[in-house]
């Protein structure tokens, strides 16, 4: 074991390795986080980290207020599946399925958004005020390229504060990141090439992949540690592709989390291939604890790594201010800015700059962090009171998705159908696939307060999904 490798990985190997070999048997109970803590040194963080990562592996199990015991022996997974690079057709089925038809929601489990409510709106529509009361009006047609200097400037800082130097001219500002993560597709690839991504993957990939007429090369993804590198190895020497898009932190919609050491090594194995990485980090400054995760883009020596980032999810979800911090790239992507839509809102990009500027956000994202930290908790305790017996629930560190896998003979596009009307959304599994699978899993939003009438709704879709049995 290298001694990079982090210590609750150390643990949560060495405790694998005990269930394997038969020490630790099915039913047995783990010592509990203050003995393990005790007995190894470390902090109780590092120990509930092993025991997650384990339980996202399927080899224990919490109990309410008992502790973690061995899981029952599983049958192994199917080796994953090397498909052919394919042509993807998912934007009808998003539309379908994340479309509500006019019907009021009062549960919006399926929203790819944390609840407003988590926002500071009062305090960024004082910013969107004083930010253009210091605009020059020169700089409303004048000055375009690239978005907004001193919004630059803070975004580049806040680099600098997780230990990367990413200059100001290196940022191209963006309507939200998708806008970003679209032009950075297309800067990087022609119809026909083939793209890797991870299976399960943001749909929205996917629909830019059907876009722009480009096949995907599905890499099977760890719902705690993301994409599976032997796997993106063998895809890189059978299909050749020609760009990599992928969450590395806080992903969506599985929640996982790719280790240091693991996002140093992917980004060794693309730059050896010659493949360009898009890194979708939106999710970045939402760790339940402590700061946010280094980037891939910190182990880039190249300049190879298009870091895409906004303040969609964070701090201003209607402004539509995004960036990519696109190495090598920056001024081929600033060119294709300029002829797609030439400039993003500088009102609304002054708003966030000044808002940045006056100290504020530090402090507001701790207060998100700790929201959405208790509002997974309940949401994932609710979920395994009320689904079904065998349903395995993700436990992310950060971000606010929790990815749901019922015992295989549910749907959840039946179960979709059943909820919407009674004004419960959420996202199908076969939605974050560009072959329609995971048809037995789901994507739920823990972004919403949790309040008695959310309570009352994930207890009645675990009734609608009991219901596909009878």
Not at 10 to 20: H, M, N, R, S, V
Not at 46 to 75: M, N
Not at 188 to 216: C, K, N
Not at 259 to 270: F, G, I, N, Y
């Amino acid at each position: 074991m290298s001694e990079a490798t982090p210590r609750y990985r150390q643990l949560a190997d060495e405790i694998a390795g005990l269930i394997e070999r038969g020490a630790l048997r099915p039913g047995d109970r783990l010592p509990s986080v203050r003995q393990t803590q005790a007995v190894r040194g470390c902090s109780a963080a590092t120990v509930f980290q092993a025991y997650h990562l384990l339980e996202s592996r399927g080899l224990v199990r919490a109990a309410e207020r008992s502790g973690y015991f061995v899981a029952p022996a599983a049958p192994p997974p199917p080796a994953p599946l090397q498909r052919e690079p394919h042509p993807v057709a998912v934007s009808e089925m998003v539309f379908q399925l994340l479309g509500t038809g006019g019907q009021d929601i009062h549960a919006p489990l399926g929203s790819a958004f944390p609840s407003a409510s988590l926002f500071p709106l009062d305090a960024m529509r004082r910013a969107l005020t004083a930010g253009n009361r210091r605009l020059h009006p020169a700089e409303l047609t004048q000055h375009l390229p690239g978005g907004h200097a001193a919004l630059r400037r803070q975004i580049a800082l806040r680099y600098l504060r997780m230990g990367l130097s990413v200059a100001p001219d290196e940022i191209v500002l963006t309507d939200g990141a998708l806008e970003g993560l679209n032009l950075s597709l297309q800067l990087l690839t022609r119809p026909g090439d083939a793209v890797l991504i991870e299976s399960p993957g943001f749909y929205a990939a996917l629909q830019a992949l059907e876009r722009l007429g480009l096949r995907a090369v599905e890499v099977p993804a760890d719902p705690a540690e993301g994409a599976d590198l032997a796997a993106m190895a063998t895809a890189i020497e059978r299909h050749a592709p020609r760009a990599c898009w992928l969450m590395t932190s806080f992903s969506n919609p599985l929640g996982s989390l790719m280790p240091p050491e693991k996002k140093r090594a992917l980004v060794a194995l693309l730059e050896r291939a010659g493949i360009p990485l898009i890194e979708d980090d939106v999710y970045a400054e939402l760790p339940h604890e402590g700061g946010p995760p280094l980037p891939a883009k910190a182990f880039s020596t190249r300049g190879e790594v298009l870091h895409a980032g906004s303040f969609a999810k964070t701090l201003a979800p209607g402004y539509r201010v995004g960036w990519v911090a696109a190495g090598r790239f920056a001024p081929a992507l600033l060119r294709a800015k300029l002829s797609q839509s030439l400039s993003g809102s500088w009102p609304a990009q002054a708003a966030v700059a000044h808002y940045l500027a006056e100290g504020d956000y530090d402090r507001h994202l701790r207060a998100l962090r700790r929201a959405l930290a208790e509002q997974q908790r309940a949401l994932r305790a609710a979920v395994l009171q009320h689904f079904p017996a065998g349903t395995r629930v993700t436990r992310p560190l950060g971000g606010y998705f929790l990815w749901v896998d019922l015992p295989d003979h549910f749907d959840s596009l039946v179960l979709q159908r059943a909820a919407l009307p009674e004004g419960i959304s959420l996202a199908p599994g076969p939605l974050f696939s560009a072959g329609g699978d995971f048809r037995h899993s789901l994507r739920l939003n823990s972004g919403q307060p949790w309040t008695p009438a959310l309570a009352r709704a994930v207890a009645r879709l675990g009734e609608l999904i009991r219901s596909q049995s009878a």
